[in-house]
Structure formats: C-alpha cells, structure tokens
C-alpha cells in the first residue's frame, strides 16, 4: 500500500484555481461572453501537469515518465479515445438537418398546449441520439423560442423544458462522451450502465412530466410552430439507439450508424459526395480538445496515485462517508464537486474516476452502479450552474433572437436536474442493498 500524501493532490488544486479562477474573472470582472469557455482547459491542465512532474523530486523524470505513459496506456483511456473519434464521426456525417428531421417530425405530433411536455421530450430523444447536451440545446432552443411566442408560454419554462431533456441524453446516450467515459473508466459494458441508469432517470422522467403538465394545464395556447422534416435522415439515429440499448458493441453500433447515415445523406442529397470526407474529419477534429483532456488527466493521475494522493483522498472520504451506501454519496458528491469546479462534466468524471474506482473496491459497489453515479451525478450538477456551457448556449441563443432571459430565470424551471437528484438519492437510501450490487 502506497503512503498517504495530501501533497500529491496539488495539481488538481492549480488545475481548479487556475481554471476556476480565471473563468470568474473573464465571466463577472472582464463581462465576456462564455468566460469560462474563452479558457483553453487543456493549457490549464499542462500547466497541472507540470506542477506535478516538478513534485518528488526524489524519483526520476525518466521514471516519471514511464508513470504517465502507463497511466495514458491502460487500455479503458485508448478505448475511450477511440470511441470519442468514432462518435465525432457519426456526428459529423449526420449533420445538423437529421437532427433538424427529428424534432420537428416529433412536434408535428402533438397538439401545442402540450408544446412543453413535447420539447422535454424531444430535447431528450434528441439528446439520445446525439450524444451532446449542448448540442441539443443549441438546435431545439430556437425551437422553443418559437414556440414559446406562438403559444404564450414563458420562455423560462420552455427552455428549461429544453435544457432539463438534453441532459437526460447527455446522462443516458451511448455515444455522450460522459457515458463513454464513466463506462471505460470503471470498466463496465455500457449496456449495464444504462440499464443501472433507466431506473434512475425514468423516475425523474416521469415526476418532470407530471410537473410540466401541471404547469401547462388551463392556459390558452396558440397553434404552435412546425418545419420541414425528412424521415429516411432519422434511421441513423434510431438503429444508433437501438443498436446500442439491445448491446451491440459500440463500434459495431457507430459503424453502422455512419454507414448508413453516409448512405441517406448521399441519396438524399444532403451532403455532397465532396463534402462527407470533410465533414468525417471536422467531426473527429470536434473531438480533439476531449481527447487531449483525457490524455492529460490520465498523466496526471498516474502521478497522483504514484505519490500516494488517491490513497490520502480515498481514506479522507471512508472517514466521513461510512457504509456503502455512504461511498456512493461520497463518490457521487465527488464528481459533483469536480463539476463545479470545472464547468465541464466529462472532464469531472475522467477527473474523478481513478479514485471512484478504488472507492468502489473499498466499498464493494459494481462497476456498473459505480459508472451509473459518476455520471448521473455529473449531470444533474452540470444542468444547472449558470456558468455552465449548457446554460450559456441557452441564454446566448434566446438574447440573440431578441428574448430577455437569465440564467437565473431559467434555474427556478429546471425540473429534471432537480427531479434527478431527489430519484438518485431515493436509490441510494432506499432501494434494498440487493439491488445495488
């Protein structure tokens, strides 16, 4: 068993600093736009990096050296890296007007006094499909917009409806980096993470629909907004989901979600023959800055734990969190507070993850319940910081079509993040033990 040393849990301390630090000043002193994303976050954990190379001087650098590229090495961080390529790729391919075909083919649907219920709901299947929280909210936030105009509900709750389905997708998508993430990060089959994870977030699914319904009941609404939609652009998405709810390998499942999203979106002409190449590359391109966080994190806390700062953090949090049910608290305020600090939740999972999987050893909990906590964790705590790139795309887009809103008018109409967070806590305390395993 390695020494106990707090010391080696510096660079986590500079990487938040420095990156917390700096976004404050940019986002309230400096007033620019999305502060905390004119950052660049993999500057900020080199600089990390460095802190920690320069910390025990006692062994080598070469050796050091030979830490790190086992850290980088373990097969889960290649595998992640692998998928992120992959899923950037599919993403690419897709486009922007497939997901454009799914929204609207789902509002033309409903009727619109239940134009709420139906975001929340599209955001979500949306978000699904994607894999991306933000990117979701950046496609059905005008969606909203107009329909919020259209029918006379508040623009607070339309959007919040929006944000709180995007981050259902973004905690229970296969392709969302977060889920890629907590899966090969605790080693698990994704598959069994979202099993773990249904439970968790149906719940919270339900109570948000029960709540937006109430809300809407008895208003007078107008006649809704609606857009061109093409069908065939929605088969990639659904043998996407499908694919990977019944288990089929990821890459299997990505493969055949850019096969055949290459195949519609050449016959129908959506994409030039010139274009599909580029637009693989900018969508693996798009997937760079993720890929050398999580190449750097694993650097940084192979250190860590080669200098005994896991073990000084793992036996800090058996002190105050006791039982299993208490570790899964525990792990779950972890990358809650990892979140906060970094505005980024796949960066506080892959944070996180090296010193949820000891917790999880210590405490007996599954890879697979473990996986579930990080991530749902994550995104309840990522849908509802103001600072949070989720939040500021929303914002961002409504003032730029010339609705007056704030992110603290929004915060009070974020239902699911707050229904998600009463579900996880009832699982935890009050679920038999036995079903947690």
Do not use: H
Not at 5 to 19: D, E, S, T
Not at 35 to 42: A, D, H, K, R
Not at 127 to 132: K, L, P
């Amino acid at each position: 068993m390695k020494t106990k040393n707090f010391k080696a849990l510096l660079p986590i301390g500079v990487f938040l600093v420095l990156y917390l630090g700096l976004g404050i000043i940019f986002e309230y002193v400096m007033k620019i736009p999305m502060g905390f994303y004119n950052i660049p976050i993999v500057v900020a954990f080199l600089v990390a990096l460095l802190v920690a190379c320069l910390q025990n001087p006692k062994l080598k650098f070469d050796d050091k050296l030979e830490v790190m590229a086992r850290g980088v090495g373990d097969k889960n961080i290649i595998t992640m890296i692998l998928i992120f390529m992959a899923a950037g790729i599919f993403v690419g391919v897709v486009g922007r007007s497939s997901a454009e075909s799914v929204a609207y083919f789902m509002l033309s649907l409903i009727p619109a006094r239940f134009s709420v219920l139906v975001l929340f709901v599209v955001s979500a299947f949306v978000s699904v499909a994607m894999g991306t929280s933000v990117g979701t909210i950046t496609l059905i936030t005008p969606i909203s917009l107009a329909l919020a105009n259209s029918t006379g509900f508040a623009v607070p709750l339309c959007v919040g409806a929006v944000v709180g389905g995007a981050m259902f997708g973004d905690n229970l998508s296969f392709i969302s980096d977060t889920t890629i993430a907590a899966c090969n990060g605790q080693g698990c089959a994704m598959k069994d993470k979202f099993r773990e994870n249904f439970w968790i977030a149906l719940p919270a699914a339900l109570a948000t629909l029960v709540i937006l319904l109430v809300q809407s009941f008895g208003l007078e609404v107008g006649a809704g907004v609606g857009g061109e939609y093409n069908l065939i652009q929605i088969v990639p998405y659904v043998l996407v989901l499908v694919g990977g709810i019944i288990g089929i390998n990821v890459f299997v499942v990505l493969l055949i979600g850019i096969v055949t999203g290459s195949v519609i979106m050449l016959a129908t002409g959506a994409t030039a023959a010139t274009d599909l190449l580029a637009n693989m590359g900018s969508g693996a391109a798009g997937m760079f800055e993720t890929t050398m966080v999580a190449i750097l994190v694993s650097a940084i806390c192979a250190l860590i734990a080669e200098y005994g700062g896991f073990e000084a953090l793992l036996d800090l949090i058996k002190r105050i969190f006791k039982g299993k049910k208490g570790g899964e608290l525990g792990m779950g305020l972890l990358v809650g507070a990892m979140d906060i600090a970094t505005a980024n939740n796949t960066v506080a999972i892959v944070m996180a993850n090296p010193i949820a999987k000891e917790m999880s050893e210590n405490y007996g909990i599954s890879s697979k319940r473990a996986a579930s906590i990080l991530d749902t964790f994550s995104c309840i705590f990522q849908g509802v910081i103001p600072y949070g790139a989720q939040m500021l795309v929303a914002v961002s887009t409504a003032v730029e079509l010339g609705y007056e809103v704030s992110a603290f008018q929004i915060l009070p109409n974020l239902t699911y993040p707050y229904m998600l967070l009463i579900s996880s806590l009832l699982f935890i305390f009050v679920i038999p033990s036995k079903k947690n395993k």
